[in-house]
């Protein structure tokens, strides 16, 4: 018996659901990178915009034209919703978290774009993260090993392709 397509908003529902919210000093802890409270929120912010370049490349690969960009509207608008709560991040104004996304996805893409392009976004992040001192250079494999748990692309690949 064949399932049932979901709409673009069931979708974008959905991808919600496996977005990660806060990054915290206990979640790096699970995977032995030492943080401070001080550093979640760029973390969080980070990861989600990391996060968001993968939501997005898998809408445009799985996704109709016509549908794309209100699915990745409709995951914005849930992301804007919890941002002061599950986020914690309401100091941060949205339009200028919206800016920071577009610059994130623009870095990851020339990578993120070709086979193999997970590891090599995971390094760019790595990076970005080494760089901005959000992580220590021998905490970088620690941090390749985290980002497939919190940036599941399989499952938003698996997820979008029931969609019609």
């Known amino acids: 018996m064949k399932k049932e397509s ?3 908003a069931e979708a974008a529902d959905a991808l919600y659901k496996l977005i990660p919210r806060r990054i915290t000093v206990e979640m790096l802890s699970d995977y ?3 943080g401070t409270e001080e ?5 969080t912010r980070e990861v989600l915009s990391f996060t968001l370049y993968w939501v997005s490349a898998a809408i445009n690969a799985h996704i109709p034209r016509k549908y794309r960009d209100l699915l990745f509207q409709r995951v914005l608008d849930l992301i804007q919703a919890e941002w002061g709560t599950a986020y914690k991040l309401g100091a941060v104004q949205w339009a200028e978290y919206l800016s920071e996304m577009e ?7 020339p990578v993120g774009d070709y086979e193999g392009g997970a590891m090599a976004a995971s390094e760019e992040i790595s990076d970005l993260l080494e760089g ?3 992580i220590q250079p021998e905490d970088r494999p ?5 980002l497939p748990d919190l940036v599941p692309l399989d499952k938003y690949q698996e997820l979008l392709s029931q969609c019609v």
């Open 103 to 109: 610059e994130r996805r623009a870095r990851y893409a």
């Open 132 to 134: 901005e001192g959000l």
């Open 6 to 8: 979901m709409t673009p």
């Open 142 to 146: 620690k941090l390749l090993v985290l």
């Open 32 to 34: 032995g990178i030492e």
């Open 39 to 43: 550093q979640e929120d760029a973390m």
